[in-house]
C-alpha cells in the first residue's frame, strides 16, 4: 500500500512540474518579445518615412517660395515715381534709377539716431561700389504740410557732415503719399534700373560691411 502511495505522489509531482515548464516555457516568452519587437521596427520605419516625406514637402515649398520670390521678375512692384528737388534746389525725378544697376534708396528723418548714425556708412558705400546708385528721401522735411525749414537745414547739415555726394530728396506729392506707409526708419528700399523693387525693403540701420553683403544679395536676385 505505501508503495502505491508512493508512486501515486511521484506521478503528482512529475505532472505538476510539465505544467509549471508549459505556463513559463522560455520560447513562447522569447517570441512573444520578439514578435514585439518585429512590429517595432516597421512601426518606426513607418514614421521615419512620414516624417522623411513631410521633411521632403517642406522642401519642396521652400524651393517653390525661393524660385518665385528670385525669377518672377516681371511681377515686381514699381518704386513710386517722383519728380521732386533734393535739399540744395536740384531736379531729381525716378529716371534717375536708369542711371545703375541697382539704386538703395534710404528713408529716413533728421530726429532718427540710427538713420543718422549710417548716413556716413552709405556716403562711403556710395563712393566705392560701382554700378550702384543711392538717394535719400528725407521724411520730415515735407509731410505734407509744407516744407519744415528746421528740418531742412539739419538734413543741408547731415549731409555735409557724412560726405554725401548723393541727392537727399524732398519728397513731393506723390512721395508724401508713398511714405505715409512707412512705419519704422530708417526703411531702405532697392529698385533696379526699370524702377522695380528688388526683394523686400531692409528695415534699421546697418555698417558698410553690413550693407555690402545685403547689396550682394540683392544684386544675386537681378
Request: some cysteine.
Amino acid at each position: 500500500m505505501k508503495k502505491i502511495l508512493a508512486i501515486i505522489c511521484a506521478l503528482t509531482l512529475i505532472l505538476s512540474v510539465f505544467c509549471a515548464c508549459a505556463k513559463t516555457d522560455p520560447d513562447e516568452t522569447v517570441q512573444g518579445s520578439t514578435s514585439q519587437q518585429s512590429t517595432s521596427p516597421e512601426e518606426s520605419t513607418d514614421t521615419d518615412k512620414n516624417e522623411a516625406s513631410s521633411a521632403s514637402e517642406k522642401d519642396e515649398s521652400k524651393n517653390d517660395s525661393t524660385t518665385q520670390s528670385t525669377t518672377s521678375k516681371e511681377e515686381r512692384a514699381a518704386f513710386q515715381s517722383f519728380d521732386a528737388e533734393d535739399i540744395f534746389g536740384a531736379k531729381v525725378s525716378s529716371k534717375v534709377f536708369e542711371e545703375n544697376k541697382l539704386t538703395v534708396v534710404n528713408l529716413f528723418t533728421t530726429w532718427c539716431a540710427p538713420c543718422i548714425s549710417e548716413l556716413p556708412e552709405l556716403a562711403k558705400l556710395d563712393k566705392e561700389l560701382e554700378d550702384i546708385g543711392f538717394i535719400g528721401i528725407v521724411l520730415d522735411i515735407n509731410e505734407g504740410d509744407g516744407i519744415v525749414e528746421s528740418a531742412l537745414r539739419t538734413a543741408k547739415d547731415l549731409c555735409n557732415d557724412s560726405g554725401a555726394e548723393y541727392p537727399y530728396l524732398i519728397p513731393d506729392e506723390s512721395l508724401v503719399e508713398f511714405c505715409r506707409s512707412i512705419y519704422s526708419v530708417p526703411t531702405t528700399y532697392f529698385v533696379d534700373s526699370n524702377g522695380k523693387i528688388v526683394g523686400d525693403p531692409v528695415v534699421g540701420s546697418n555698417t558698410a560691411s553690413e550693407w555690402k553683403e545685403i547689396i550682394e544679395q540683392k544684386l544675386a536676385m537681378l
